[in-house]
């Protein structure tokens, strides 16, 4: 299949709503042939070069139209993909496109896994102080991939990992890493915060 192409520093994650403000030329060319001809488009993940990998999305809504042609736009992302071809620019546009392959990805998890994996992802919250209580039925690996300090390489990572409890299991080892990092941290500001006040202390009696 052949699409549009929006490389950006970011991974989409299938599922996830994203907006995005368009203002160069060539995008604002891009988001105009989606509209007129109803087709989809892929953020390819850019870090320090094209990955090859990226995240088919559709347009669900255009919030604002500004004068200069700027757009605020809602997208949600669908399918991961896998670069077989890249042009820049693509054939008669000013945009990039190419050819990609669809990877599979199986979202089949168990009751058990998912249950750990909502423990963690509850502490790793409560720790970057995002008031959300997930529920552990509704959500998937995806879910909150960009709210728990994952790095883009580490999204990148997860993206691509076919199956579900692979997936979460990813993520457990990575909350089992950051958790105890975040705590040590928290108690260390705790403990300068109190160095920086009087204290009472209690005569000791030798």
């Known amino acids: 299949m052949y699409l549009p192409l929006f490389p950006l520093k970011l991974v989409a994650f299938p599922g996830e709503s994203l907006n995005l403000h368009i203002f160069e030329p060539r ?4 988001l105009a042939d989606v509209e007129t001809f109803g087709t989809s488009f892929g953020v390819c993940v850019f870090t320090d070069k094209l990955t090859g990998y990226g995240t088919e999305v559709t347009l669900e809504n255009v919030y604002h139209r500004y004068e200069d042609g700027r757009l ?38 168990h009751e058990r896994k998912q249950k750990e994996y909502t423990f963690y992802l509850k502490e790793m919250l409560r720790l970057l102080n995002h008031e959300i209580d997930p529920d552990p039925m509704s ?5 909150y991939a960009h709210k728990i300090g994952l ?8 993206l691509l990992i ?11 080892k990575h909350f089992n890493r950051m958790i105890p990092a975040f705590k040590a941290a928290e108690s260390a500001k705790k ?7 009087f204290k009472h202390l209690d005569p000791l009696q030798f």
């Open 151 to 158: 790095t883009l390489e580490e999204e990148l990572e997860l």
């Open 139 to 143: 959500i998937n690996s995806f879910s």
């Open 162 to 172: 076919p199956k579900e409890l692979d997936r979460l299991d990813y993520l457990i």
């Open 191 to 197: 403990k300068i915060k109190m160095n920086g006040h």
């Open 72 to 109: 605020d736009i809602k997208t949600k992302g669908s399918r991961v993909f896998r670069l077989t071809s890249f042009d820049n620019p693509a054939p008669e546009r000013n945009y990039a496109g190419g050819n990609v392959d669809f990877i599979d990805l199986d979202m089949t998890t």
């Open 27 to 30: 995008y604002k060319e891009l």
